[in-house]
């Protein structure tokens, strides 16, 4: 049965799937590059299924297991990207961004067993922790592309963030009101300002803020590639930076590291 | 109108909300309980809407339509939070940030009523975004000085009526409940997997509560299992009790934005590049 055990023969076939496709993108060879990614996806998608079973319960609970769906999700937004928009660039950044993730559960093994504690066994559980993994991978890609704009100095790449950011808001957005949804079943209340939700809040704004910038002020370009840093950054705050925080020993999102 | 204008207008408004903080300490949210909210809410809106109708060149709606007032007041609104996120004290009741979300609910309701009367490509994610914004965070605002939420120590001993609020005040909410029965269930490894809880209210009605499923007792009352003994078989719990008149209307501003936000990925950033903007 696939276990934590196992993690670093999956890790390492998939992290050796995505370089190579990188290498691929890079060469100009996009039919390789995304067949050599996607099998590198459906190797670390293989684990994540396993482990799914072997728990008897979702792998969401702990950062470490979040951590395994952002960085399968960071390669598939990559690679979305990368088929749309053909960046070369953007598959190896993504592969770096997994393998580093990859890297850290691996050094950082945390505890993982099989239970599930009352709160989270909830039909909101799957959806909220999917759909605002994916929406973190694709602000990710986002970052990236704001990094790239501004090593280059040129505005050429926001309008793929543009693309991306959109997506990333919506999915984000769906994720904060399906934990609002779910914190009013489990806590009887939409909002209660707890760390986790307000830097979510936080992270959203920048976003809005992002969004409205490129619809009223679309030349400056150096105010969106900022904006889509820090909204990286805070979006980092929110998923594992809060729990460093002081206000975080009495965070209700508090479920085990 | 000049963007100095702008500027200044809501730099005397935030001076002042801080001059209250300053002066009145946090604000005074139970004396707007209903119905002085609902009222407030009402003649809030008409105003707004006649201001906007009649005087649609007036220096209020055009301080609260201009586009410098959204970066403004959505970048004051990320930095009340961050100042929140950051800090261990709670700001959401003090002026600031009281004055802070009225003006972005002013603001929200002009950009509604400006985008409602433009025929516009994508008008439907336009009017359920903001209009579900508008609506989620008025009903939590408005909303709160009607919000309530106990704890409510429940036995088999005897029915309970007191229940207990975050200050430790004693309220009566209005019934009584008394425990029937708990019971817990277990991993192997000891850790709790679910509790269950069946009480009755009023010597009447049965209720059953469980992690993630609350007991709706009312319109606005809604119960909820707070804690129990984990060794189960106990004769004890405590039950939350949640009072909130003023959830439909957070629900439907959550429903409405969640359409938006689906129309957002949907139809996604080209929807405003080929219009070159919204307004």
Redesign the interface.
Same mark, same amino acid.
């Given at each position: 049965m696939i276990g934590w055990d196992n993690f670093i023969i999956f890790a390492a076939v998939s992290v050796i799937l995505w370089i190579t496709g990188a290498i691929c993108a890079w060469k100009g060879k996009k039919p390789s590059a995304i067949a050599f990614t996607a099998c590198g996806i459906a190797v670390f998608a293989i684990f994540i299924a396993g482990l799914w079973i072997s728990l008897q319960r979702p792998p969401m609970r702990t950062l470490g297991e979040t951590r395994l769906w952002y960085a399968v999700f960071m390669v598939v937004a990559a690679l979305a990207t990368y088929a749309r928009w053909e960046y070369k660039w953007i598959l190896f950044f993504s592969a770096i961004m997994g393998t580093v993730f990859s890297a850290i559960n691996i050094f950082m093994p945390q505890i993982h067993d099989q239970t599930l504690m009352p709160a989270l066994q909830s039909g909101w559980f799957i959806p909220h922790v999917t759909v605002y993994m994916f929406s973190y991978s694709l602000m990710g890609c986002a970052f990236i592309i704001a990094i790239a704009g501004c090593i280059q100095n040129t505005g050429k790449y926001l309008e793929t963030a543009d693309s991306l950011v959109y997506a990333g808001t919506a999915f984000l957005t769906f994720g904060m009101l399906s934990g609002a949804l779910w914190a009013k079943q489990a806590w009887g209340i939409y909002w209660s300002w707890d760390p986790k939700e307000t830097w979510a809040a936080i992270t959203w704004g920048i976003y809005l803020l992002y969004m409205h910038a490129r619809i009223y002020e679309r030349n400056r370009h150096a105010v969106a590639s900022i904006l889509l840093i820090l909204g990286f950054i805070c979006l980092q705050m929110c998923w594992w930076g809060v729990n460093l925080l002081p206000a975080a020993q009495e965070s209700m999102h508090v479920y085990g590291q | 109108m000049a963007m100095r204008k702008t500027y200044a207008a809501w730099i005397i408004y935030f001076a002042a909300a801080a001059a209250c903080q300053l002066a009145l300490g946090d604000f005074p949210a139970r004396i707007f309980a209903f119905p002085v909210n609902a009222a407030i809410l009402l003649l809030w809106i008409t105003a707004l809407s006649i201001f906007f109708n009649e005087k649609p060149r007036s220096f209020l709606i055009t301080l609260l339509s201009s /586009?410098q007032t @959204?970066?403004i007041l959505?970048?004051i609104? @990320?930095a009340s939070?961050?100042f929140?996120?950051? !800090? +261990?004290e !709670?700001i $959401?009741g003090t002026w600031w940030f009281c004055a802070t979300v009225l003006a972005l609910l002013s603001h929200l309701f002009i950009v509604i009523l400006k985008g409602a009367g433009r025929i516009r490509r994508f008008k439907a994610r336009f009017m359920l975004n903001h209009a579900g914004i508008f609506l989620?965070i008025a009903g939590?605002f408005f909303g709160s000085p009607d @919000?309530y939420?106990w704890r409510m120590p429940v036995s088999k001993e005897a029915a309970s009526r007191e229940a207990i609020d975050k200050h430790g005040n004693i309220s009566y909410p209005g019934y009584e409940l008394r425990l029937e029965s708990l019971s817990t269930d277990f991993?192997d &490894?000891g850790? +709790?997997? &679910?509790?269950e809880a069946r009480l009755t209210v009023n010597s009447e009605k049965e209720a059953v509560l469980?992690? &993630?499923? +609350?007991y709706r007792l009312s319109w606005m009352d809604?119960l909820?299992l707070s804690a129990t003994d984990n060794a189960g078989g106990s004769d004890y719990c405590v039950v939350?009790i @949640?009072r909130?008149p003023w959830?439909y209307m957070?629900?439907a501003g959550?429903l409405m934005?969640?359409a938006? !936000?689906?129309l957002?990925?949907l139809q996604?950033?080209?929807a $405003? /590049?080929k219009k070159g903007?919204?307004r």
């Open positions: - | /586009r @959204t970066f959505l970048g609104f @990320t939070c961050v929140q996120g950051l !800090s +261990p !709670s $959401t989620a939590g @919000t939420d991993y &490894n850790v +709790p997997k &679910n509790y469980k992690v &993630n499923h +609350p809604d909820y939350q @949640t909130q959830k957070q629900f959550i934005l969640l938006g !936000s689906m957002l990925f996604g950033a080209a $405003t /590049r903007g919204w």
